[in-house]
């Protein structure tokens, strides 16, 4: 089916921008599990450069996650939810491998980049709703080992178009901190992956031929105005729940979306 109506389109983005913003807010990722999938799929329905749907939807995910990120940050650093210590330590790191990854991820086919993040949320879907962590206590890294984590992170986040939470989440929570206090700096962690990864991404885009009218290299910017809207408006509402509900709880419904996104995505 082909949307014929501008305004469906834009109406789509709002809720988009909505759900990923609740989920920010709610789970501390950035919201581009929800954004890049809606946006494949709008940009397919509407043919929009077909061959490089991916790399826009990418893009424009992680340009939104500037402004949902700093709504969520908000919400939970008012509830002293945010490790403030572990966000310098480990963002030279997740800017260093976001920018690398995002110089790469436009470089590979956007079937891979597809297939990659849809096998990427259900690997990690199951390590989270099992909880399969070391049984023995541990505790964070060094600053080497926070560095080495933070470009891991950074990289496959903009190969994906996420604002890290589906990995960094897991692994604060595997370094044995509160899953809402994990849930609270990821948010914090995103904003330095939103911003390598969207300057890595508008900058290879301006060489690709063919852009269309309001784009910022591969950032979508109509799209994103919208998206945006609506991640900032729902995030603290996200964040709100967030704290009301048992941690056990609140790591189930992370894996469960995560399993159900990556699937569709296969599917």
């Known amino acids: 089916m082909v949307y014929d109506s501008g305004m469906m389109i834009l109406i789509a983005y709002l809720l988009a921008g909505i759900a990923s ?3 920010a807010g709610l789970l501390g990722v950035g919201g581009g599990l929800v954004i890049v999938p809606a946006l494949t799929l709008i940009f397919a329905a509407t043919h929009f450069h077909a061959g490089h749907a991916m790399h826009f939807a990418i893009a424009t995910s992680l340009a939104c996650i500037l402004f949902t990120s700093v709504s969520s940050i908000h919400a939970h650093n008012r509830r002293h939810a945010v490790d403030w210590a572990v966000f310098r330590h480990i963002s030279p790191g997740i800017l260093a491998g976001t920018f690398f990854g995002s110089l790469l991820g436009t470089r590979l086919p956007s079937l891979f980049l597809k297939d990659f993040f849809a096998l990427f949320a259900c690997f990690a879907a199951i390590r989270l709703f099992f909880d399969m962590k070391p049984g023995t206590v541990r505790k964070l890294p060094g600053i080497v080992g926070m560095t080495a984590s933070g470009m891991l992170i950074g990289v496959i986040s903009s190969l994906v178009g996420i604002g890290g939470g589906s990995l960094s989440v897991p692994f604060l929570n595997w370094c044995n901190m509160k899953m809402i206090d994990a849930i609270g700096t990821s948010t914090a962690i995103g904003f330095p992956i939103a ?13 690709f031929e063919g852009l269309k009218e309001y784009s910022l290299g591969y950032v979508y910017l109509p799209a994103l105005f ?9 995030a603290p509402f996200g964040a709100r729940l967030a704290h009301r509900l048992p941690q056990a709880r609140l790591r189930k419904i992370f894996a469960l979306l995560l399993l159900l996104i990556g699937a569709r995505m296969i599917l």
């Open 21 to 23: 913003g609740f989920l």
């Open 195 to 207: 911003v390598a990864g969207t300057l890595g991404y508008a900058i290879t885009g301006f060489s």
């Open 226 to 234: 919208f998206l945006a809207v609506g991640s900032v408006l729902a």
